[in-house]
């Protein structure tokens, strides 16, 4: 039975195409990869490698040639540059592959908000000409972060939850693989501001940041992914000056209830 359910859900599946991290040990975790068109959670508390995880899947894939777009509402275009450049990462030609650009967050909010406004009945907005810059088509996307975006609408859950929905059907309307980052706390139980959000993903990736002793260790866990067969264990993971991320799958990670 169990392996009918499986069988049905990789039917499922938006695509039978799959995407290959470039990061050895996490595409080890997955049979054969991330189905294109995902949508998945990077979720994980403070200093647990989200922005660096995001950065190094898209350095990757710039290198094999897709169109890669990393949308900050917090961080600068500049500051993740020299981020990358710490660790060795230059695209050289291939740099027009990856675009890097910070958005105004209360802008967006703004501008959202004003064509809510305007509908009514089923919400029907055109998001695309505030996400994606003219004259870019991207492969891959990543947001960061749901969490900054979440706090924009302070006071406004519901606006704030339309907004996620036509977000998460704009991608999947524009075959584009998206990473979304989320802050939760070092041992998360909810994976995004509302819950909604790990529900309308297909995925969810977690990554842990756990207190052992005077010490701390990280982790990462495929917690789930649609029409995708993985590992369900959390494993160890490192992050190595000059190099990056780094996940070991035979290493599991008992730290974490």
């Not at 950065?55 to 020299?82: D, I, P, T, V």
């Not at 909604?196 to 992914?225: H, P, Q, S």
């Amino acid at each position: 039975m169990a392996k009918a359910v499986d069988d049905k859900k990789m039917k499922r599946g938006k695509s039978q195409n799959f995407f290959k991290t470039g990061i050895e040990g996490l595409d080890s975790m997955f049979r054969k990869g991330i189905p294109v068109n995902s949508s998945v959670l990077i979720a994980g508390g403070a200093g647990s490698g989200k922005t660096l995880l995001t950065l190094q899947m898209l350095y990757n894939a710039a290198k094999a040639g897709k169109k890669c777009f990393y949308m900050s509402f917090e961080e600068s275009a500049e500051r993740l540059e020299q981020h990358m450049r710490n660790f060795g990462w230059d695209l050289g030609s291939k740099k027009s592959n990856l675009l890097i650009q910070k958005l105004n967050l209360f802008d967006v909010t703004r501008s959202i908000e004003a064509i809510m406004a305007k509908q009514s009945g089923e919400l029907l907005i055109d998001i695309e000409p505030v996400i994606i810059p003219k004259g870019f088509k991207p492969d891959i996307i990543v947001v960061d972060s749901l969490t900054a975006i979440a706090s924009a609408f302070q006071r406004r859950e519901e606006t704030y939850r339309l907004y996620i929905e036509q977000l998460f059907r704009f991608f999947e309307s524009q075959k584009i693989t998206t990473f979304l980052i989320s802050e939760t706390n070092q041992d998360p139980k909810v994976y995004s501001p509302t819950g909604v959000e790990e529900f309308l993903a297909d995925g969810v990736v977690v990554l842990y940041n756990i207190r052992n002793g005077n010490v701390r260790e990280n982790g990462i866990e495929v917690l789930k992914m649609r029409g995708a067969h993985h590992e369900k264990k959390i494993v160890a993971m490192q992050i190595i000056d000059g190099k990056g991320i780094e996940v070991y799958p035979e290493q599991e990670v008992f730290g974490v209830s």
